[in-house]
């Protein structure tokens, strides 16, 4: 079961750290990831990192300005979010991947996903 938190209300500019935190499961045998579903359009990949934490990986839009980071020993990701854009409001939903599988099957065109939490909104305002 993951659960995500963190979600609110922030000016264009501000942070936001989201966390996602498992439960049921061996954390460190799965990669994990953020997803991110704005109104109106489908749900899009923003960043996952691998079982160690040691790789990470980013949308293009993402890169420069997101962090993804993980605490095995809290059973949580993170996803840490500065200079936060109003095109950056959406829900987003964390997400793990296959046991065993790597990050890059969550960032494929076509993400295979072990599990999702429930989404948690974003938004940014101007």
């Known amino acids: 079961q993951l659960q995500a938190s963190g979600g609110g209300l922030v000016q264009a500019g501000g942070s936001l750290r989201l966390s996602c935190a498992a439960s049921g499961r061996t954390f460190s045998n799965y990669a994990m990831g953020w997803f991110r579903q704005a109104p109106g359009k489908e749900r899009e990949f923003v960043a996952a990192?691998?079982?160690?934490?040691?790789?990470?990986h980013y949308v293009d839009s993402a890169e420069g300005r997101f962090t993804i980071y993980r605490d095995n020993a809290k059973n949580t990701v993170y996803l840490q979010m500065n200079s936060l854009k109003i095109e950056d409001t959406a829900v987003y939903y964390c997400a793990a991947a296959r046991e065993n599988n790597s990050w890059y099957d969550l960032a494929a065109p076509r993400p295979s996903v072990g599990s999702w939490g429930q989404g948690t909104l974003v938004t940014v305002s101007s």
């Open positions: 990192i691998s079982w160690s934490g040691g790789t990470t």
